[in-house]
């Protein structure tokens, strides 16, 4: 089974900062990544699939790097609509998700 | 647009049994794999079945395999998850979600989830 690492699992920040999530799996899994965010008592919404693709309608502050086992989540400029939990996914094999990183205000 | 509706959770004892369903619209929803995942109280994602577009193939995580079955009727635009021998530790919203991508064709990810539905397994 692929396990996915996140990292870190909370981050402190201030509305403007840049802000990187890590996600590590544990064998390679290409580019078959995605991203979510969310929001408590909400469904995750998708944000990036193919490591680096944003989904429509997903603003351009949000970025998406890596391939084989070493991925990022990058916010560019936080707004804060922003403040959520964000999970990693791959799906190179089945489905499994990292453990989640929530970003908190400072 | 796609819209994902979730039903069928509730309070159930140990042992018990419970059946969820996933109302699907706004696509063609015999077109599409359907996945459940599902999320303990505050905890992370879980994904646990998988079924393909037309329900030849299904695929479990090893925690639910042998105790959730997962089905679907395109008649009805529905997906469901029977969920048998109900621990106490399967208490969680569980999601219904639709496979980004028609057929089964390559690797794909989740492009809409519904709202989920929650189950609570005690005595």
């Known amino acids: 089974d692929i396990q996915m690492t996140q990292s870190p699992s909370t981050l402190s920040a201030s509305i403007g900062d840049r802000v990187t999530i890590t996600c590590r799996a544990s064998?390679?899994?290409?580019?078959?990544l995605a991203w979510y965010q969310q929001k408590p008592g909400k469904a995750p919404k998708l944000l990036i699939y193919?490591?680096?693709s944003l989904e429509t309608g997903v603003p351009s502050r949000f970025s998406g790097s890596g391939s084989g086992t070493e991925f990022t989540l990058t916010i560019s400029s936080l707004q804060p609509d922003d403040f959520a939990t964000y999970y990693c996914?791959?799906?190179?094999?089945?489905?499994?998700f990292g453990q989640g990183t929530k970003v908190e205000i400072k | 647009q796609v819209q994902l509706v979730e039903s069928g959770g509730g309070v159930v004892q140990p042992g018990g049994s419970l059946r969820l369903s996933c109302a699907a619209s706004?696509?063609?929803?015999?077109?599409?794999?359907m996945h459940w995942v599902r999320q303990a109280p505050g905890k992370g994602l879980e994904w646990l079945a998988f079924?393909?577009?037309?329900?030849?193939?299904?695929y479990y995580a090893d925690s639910v395999k042998g105790r959730f079955t997962i089905s679907r009727d395109n008649s009805k635009n529905t997906v469901y998850l029977q969920m048998n021998s109900l621990r106490v530790e399967d208490r969680a919203v569980y999601y219904c979600?639709?496979?980004?991508?028609?057929?089964?064709?390559?690797?794909?990810?989740?492009?809409?989830w519904g709202q989920g539905t929650l189950v609570t397994v005690s005595s």
């Open positions: 979600a639709k496979r980004y991508g028609s057929g089964s064709v390559g690797p794909s990810y989740f492009d809409y």
């Open positions: 706004g696509f063609t929803f015999n077109n599409y794999a």
């Open positions: 079924i393909r577009y037309d329900g030849s193939n299904q």
């Open positions: 064998q390679s899994i290409s580019s078959w």
């Open positions: 193919k490591a680096s």
């Open positions: 996914q791959q799906y190179n094999d089945y489905w499994t």
